[in-house]
């Protein structure tokens, strides 16, 4: 199911990077591409539809160069704008902070998930147990996951990591960001790993390499596509996480960037424009990286949709 | 390859993944499913106390209050979304320029971090600093209480929600749409069919299944609504817009009733499981998802 949920979402992608660059008309399989009566009339309404959609984020961005005064009295004035705003956010937010520890938690989390869910992926399509009934179970019982809502493991969680003596650390997350990620990484991986040609596997064996050449360096290479899919999935989820750092990160030097993205309205109570300038600055990276890695992030999500 | 593999290199390859996905999913799934069946509060100790929680759920007017949230917020964003999404993935299929970046631009809410989305719509949805309230000023409309007041905010939220996901399931559509065999619709053409006739017969019917599974998995997401009610109301006033996760989060952590909160989770988690279940039906039938 998920492999063809990715293939689907890369062949859209492919299809619409072909279409749009290219001056010659690609033949493109278009379902009713006859008479465009009112082509201006279509063109306007999905201008204005993404407008209307883009607004919010116009918003907030215009009334971050307000000064604090007049957002409440003329929001619409636009005389005094003003970068007060940013300079005094820049001054308490710890902007750099914020960011390097999500990066830091990201890394961590998605490198060590990626990994241990190949090497399981792997085990559990490429190599041959002793028993068959054992691979598929353990298949069946990493994926039972996916249908699990993480909200559930909220308050467990925060138990394990006490007992552990993890909590408010970076593991503290970090694990189950790990834990989280494999049943929608096996999915995607297993499936993939199911089709791969054996020829390749055999070539390489008579040609002498053991099991970790094979893994490493004959079937990893061939799965980049995949393993991008699934590195932007994860990627996207540590950054925008919540529910489970607002429990388990109780270290304001730790904090992720949604983590204070929630505190905003305590720290900047009455400086309206304090708050519109701090969650301008949060929204612009994340908006900024997305316009770069744009096709790549939609594919993946669409992918991802099976975890949603 | 046609051997058996050895085991310890099997073992070598399972294990990290076995033990983490154990410790940290499983076992808590079942940690919570055993706590929902105790009275722990507090700093006290856990009685066993069979379903007395899931009963005393049923008496709770908060719980039930979520309950009716998280179905309001259910039933509009499927009324409108699934329609609204599938006509702009229409629409983006037709001839207009620069259709890949209006795309991007619709999609890019769904990167939006949840907790921001919910910031970002304070702004607008604030009776007194709020965008909505100033553009109804100049109209006589006197200041509404979109968030803050008791009768409103679910469907505020429900209006955010949409907002988050219309992009995303916009895109699905426009995935589904693009698969559509082309021969299929221009020989409906030639027969002569409008394109009305041509959505009504050819497309949507061939687009059923991608209809079921975006359908399935705002359902899926509708369920796990958190975030915008933790930023846009905090659940209140007196947990009157609260979700069934937000209310889960709240008996837990701010109240300490772990057993209580722990049998919601429970509850969240069956209906996960079941739209889990027909989600995979679902795509399975499908070839598309």
């Known amino acids: ?308 | 390859m046609v051997w058996v593999s050895s085991p310890w290199k099997i073992a070598l390859m399972v294990f990290p993944a076995f033990i983490l996905f154990t410790a940290f999913f499983i076992y808590p799934v079942v940690y919570a499913g055993g706590y929902s069946l105790t009275d722990a509060a507090g700093f006290s100790g856990a009685d066993f106390i069979g379903l007395d929680n899931y009963l005393a759920l049923g008496e709770d007017p908060f719980f039930r209050r979520s309950v009716t949230n998280t179905l309001l917020i259910l039933v509009l964003s499927v009324t409108f979304l699934v329609p609204a999404s599938f006509g702009l993935a229409l629409l983006m299929q037709q001839r207009v320029r620069a259709a890949g970046a209006l795309r991007a631009l619709l999609f890019g809410p769904a990167i939006v971090a949840p907790i921001l989305v919910g910031l970002v719509w304070v702004f607008i949805l604030d009776p007194r600093v709020g965008l909505l309230n100033h553009l109804l000023e100049p109209l006589g409309i006197p200041p509404v209480q979109w968030i803050g007041g008791d009768s409103l905010a679910p469907y505020s939220i429900a209006v955010v929600f949409i907002w988050a996901s219309v992009g995303f399931a916009m895109t699905i559509f426009y995935a589904g749409l693009r698969l559509l065999p082309a021969e299929v619709m221009e020989a409906s053409s030639l027969d002569g069919a409008s394109r009305w006739q041509q959505l009504r017969y050819v497309t949507i019917p061939m687009m059923r299944e991608t209809i079921g599974i975006v359908s399935l998995l705002l359902i899926t997401n509708v369920f796990k609504i958190f975030e915008l009610v933790y930023m846009l109301t905090g659940g209140g006033p007196v947990h009157s817009s609260e979700t069934l996760v937000s209310y889960m989060y709240f008996v837990t952590f701010t109240d300490q009733r772990y057993g209580s909160g722990m049998a919601i989770a429970m509850v969240v988690f069956v209906i996960g499981a079941l739209t889990s279940l027909a989600y995979l039906t679902l795509s399975r039938r499908g070839r598309l998802a």
């Open chain 1, 1 to 308: 199911m998920s492999a063809q949920v990715a293939e689907s979402a890369t062949t859209s992608r492919d299809r619409t990077t072909s279409g749009s660059r290219t001056p010659v008309p690609t033949p493109r399989p278009r379902a009713g591409r006859r008479m465009r009566r009112p082509a201006v009339i279509i063109s306007a309404a999905a201008y204005l539809i993404t407008f209307l959609v883009v607004l919010p984020i116009l918003w907030i961005t215009l009334l971050s160069f307000q000064q604090s005064d007049t957002i409440l009295s003329d929001p619409f004035s636009l005389d005094s704008l003003t970068l007060d705003n940013y300079r005094n956010v820049l001054e308490t937010l710890p902007l750099v902070r914020m960011y390097a520890n999500t990066i830091i938690i990201a890394v961590a989390s998605v490198t060590v998930g990626t990994a241990v869910s190949f090497m399981v992926s792997f085990a559990l399509t490429r190599m041959v147990f002793r028993r068959r009934r054992t691979q598929s179970f353990l298949r069946f019982y990493l994926l039972s996951g996916l249908a699990v809502p993480v909200y559930v493991l909220l308050f467990p969680v925060y138990r394990l990591d006490l007992a552990l003596g993890i909590y408010g650390t970076y593991l503290a997350v970090v694990i189950p960001y790990i834990a989280v990620s494999i049943p929608f990484n096996t999915l995607l991986l297993t499936g993939f790993l199911r089709d791969f040609p054996s020829e390749l596997e055999e070539a390489a064996i008579m040609d002498g390499a053991g099991l970790f050449r094979i893994c490493w360096s004959v079937v990893l290479p061939t799965m980049r596509p995949i393993l991008a899919t699934i590195v932007i999935f994860n990627v996207v989820y540590v950054f925008n996480e919540f529910p489970f750092v607002s429990i388990l990160i109780n270290d304001p030097d730790l904090a992720t960037v949604s983590l204070a993205v929630s505190r905003f309205q305590g720290q900047y109570t009455v400086d309206y424009g304090g708050m519109m300038a701090a969650a301008t600055l949060v929204l612009l990276p994340q908006l900024a990286i997305y316009a770069v890695f744009q096709r790549h992030v939609i594919a993946g999500l669409t992918a991802g949709a099976v975890k949603g």
